[in-house]
């Protein structure tokens, strides 16, 4: 079947760097999105990655190895605006999008 | 970017009553739309596939005859709640993907329905 897992919550410390992993299983592949979801809000997108290595975007970077199945998420220079719900998902070979639950990143001062 | 308007965004009804909810995309034509619901705490769960002109594609467990949806232009989709039930309240969000096709979703707002 098909699966996606990423750390359900994670706390971080503001100003620092913290690292949201994903691992997924799907049939077939056609590329890995990170979205970002404040409380009541609808998702954002933050990165695409279809190719492996690193995508870097400001304070935020995201990593693919297709090979092992997993992505990550990273954000340096932490605010406290931060703080959302990350949702990882992958796309299929019938360019349907396999989404994991989300991994609630709480940001202390 | 690409901007989706979904409309309304909070609506509260009474039990047995039908809801519609409308999602636009204002700055390109959407040759899919995707419907959404999301309960507290969880991920976005996917109800539905839409492709303009076509009947929509309904996922497993979704019944098609309770969210009626219609995507009657590469602009506009609707969703429907039929004889909505208090378990119907949810966050439904609808996104769209453009005819570029890169695979990039972009997002409505969200319509939080609450049937009392």
């Known amino acids: 079947g098909q699966n996606i897992d990423q750390p359900t919550e994670m706390t971080a410390t503001e100003g620092a760097i913290v690292q949201i992993n994903c691992t997924y299983q799907?049939?077939?592949?056609?590329?890995l999105f990170w979205y970002q979801q404040h409380a009541g809000e609808a998702p954002t997108f933050l990165s695409y990655n279809v190719l492996d290595g690193l995508e870097e975007k400001g304070r935020f970077s995201s990593f693919l190895s297709r090979s092992k199945g997993y992505s990550y998420l990273l954000l340096k220079e932490l605010q406290m605006k931060d703080s959302a719900s990350y949702l990882c998902a992958a796309m299929d070979s019938n360019y349907q999008l396999i989404w994991g639950a989300g991994t609630k990143l709480i940001i202390k001062p | 970017g690409a901007v989706v308007s979904q409309h309304p965004s909070w609506v509260i009804c009474k039990s047995g009553t039908s809801v519609k909810i409308e999602c636009r995309s204002l700055d390109f034509q959407a040759t899919t739309m995707f419907w959404y619901r999301q309960f507290p705490k969880q991920s976005l769960m996917l109800m539905a596939t839409?492709?303009?002109?076509?009947?929509?594609?309904?996922e497993q467990g979704v019944e098609k005859d309770k969210f009626l949806i219609n995507h009657a232009s590469l602009t506009l989709s609707t969703l429907t709640v039929t004889s909505a039930h208090p378990e119907d309240s949810s966050f439904y969000i609808c996104?769209?993907?453009?005819?570029?096709?890169?695979?990039?979703?972009?997002f409505g707002e969200g319509s939080r329905l609450t049937v009392l």
């Open positions: 799907t049939s077939g592949f056609n590329g």
């Open positions: 996104s769209a993907r453009g005819a570029w096709d890169t695979g990039e979703l972009f």
């Open positions: 839409s492709n303009e002109g076509s009947k929509a594609t309904y």
